[in-house]
């Protein structure tokens, strides 16, 4: 007789679908080195993922634009095919799935019931709770309805995308939708935050990855994200940190140090405060990252980035709140209340006069726009 | 400006020490250790190439500092995967690529041979049974 889905290991998908062994273990290879594991536990994992059962897996989206899912399916290594055929039951993801209406939503009950407590539950975008929860709805019931009923049998939630992991822009001042990130309303479960704006692919595939190869959530930062990726700061593997540690930095966009690749810290990059992969595991199947491409980071996987000033003010002026809104006094205020050491006045006075540069040049380009003399 | 092609581009290679960067400096140091331990406790291991910050300058750097060896395997499972030792004994220079041809893997491997092309025991298995299933077929068995 035939085993059922439910019954079926990842060694029975493999030969199913006519993989080899060594085709599995270069797999393996890839994911691990896109986990920022050791290369040898790429043999470990084929060995230990060949007798583990294939989890259901229901993806949700919430308040979000789908650039998180357009990003997981660009993954190369673990490839979202490899991984949904032959490492994980996909049992539920609305814009994946071909079912719709009733079909779909009936399929998410079942494999809710037939996985009670075993399920891993990914959610895509943030959940608003603004009239009564009515800014995102489907099958007539709410996001955050919808997430808490979820939540109950789910073994573990990976939150994909800032949105769903710190709020996002939705989240982001004024947050008109009242929109909280999952973990402000769920308290009881397991969460994995894979942050970022969208989140690297094979970062959250390589996540699913490792939680289905252990069983175990992995060792997380203070902003539960998965210390593998996020441990280390852009700015620490960055290739062009010689140059920042040499003082050569580009002072604008087409200068003489941006066309020699110098560091980018003046022109905004929020590399040296921001945890993420980019710098290694990189985009497009490893081809590059957005520094290399010559724009700074923006921080994206970093809580509240969205409210966190210019992209392309420099981190020192950027950190003072909201460059150019905040007045030169609100400014001093603040550092004043932020930090009670005399010495800071200094500092927060060169911040005031950046922002006071800042807003002059604003208000130049509202005249430009308005086509004033 | 008329043509992109026509915007004058210079790229800075990161500070060099002996010809080249640091960071091949520090992999060819970190080699030497790794063969060592090969050779005294017989202790593979491997390098991830794509988990160190190089710059496409430094990688090249390092492909022709390490050369090429005597022998290529090309592995043909899922994709291509090509298998070079290179001119320093029993260190490899190994590519994988998934079906699309896109590089998924790039690692030095420091071993006598690369595990993924070592037969595993129950694949040898795996061949006494296709072999005894075609002698079966044969005309002359049949015979016997």
Redesign the interface.
Known sequence: MPRSDLEMTVGDMLRQHG?????????C??A???M?L???VG?AMAEQLIHARRPSVLYLSFQECTGCLESLTRS??P?IENLIFNVISLDYDDTLMAAAGEAAESARMQAMQDNFGKYVLIVDGSVPTGAGGAYCTAGGRSAVETLREAAKGAAAIVCVGTCSAFGGIPFADPNPTEAWPVMAIVGDKPIINVSGCPPIPEVITGTLLQFVTTGKVPDLDEHRRPKVFFGNTIHD???R??FYD?GKFAKSFDDEGA????CLYELGCKGPTTYNAC????WN??TSFPIESGHGCIGCSEPGFWDKGSFYAAQSTALWGKAGESSPREVLELSASAVAVGGVIGVASAGASRLRQHRSAQDADQRDSNGDN | MSRLSEIPIRIEPPPAVGGVGGGVTAILSELITLLERLGDRQESAAIDLRSLPMSIDDLAGLRRELGEGEVRAILDAEGLSAIRETKVPGVWWVEHRDRHGELIAELIEVTRMPQILMTATEEIATGVRLLRAQLALHPVARAQ
């Open positions: 993989i080899s062994r060594r085709g599995f273990i270069k797999f290879t890839a691990a080195s896109a920022a050791p290369p040898s043999v190369f290594a490839t593997r960055c290739y940190r010689p040499q066309r020699n690749g110098w710098a290694t595991v990189k199947g490893g």
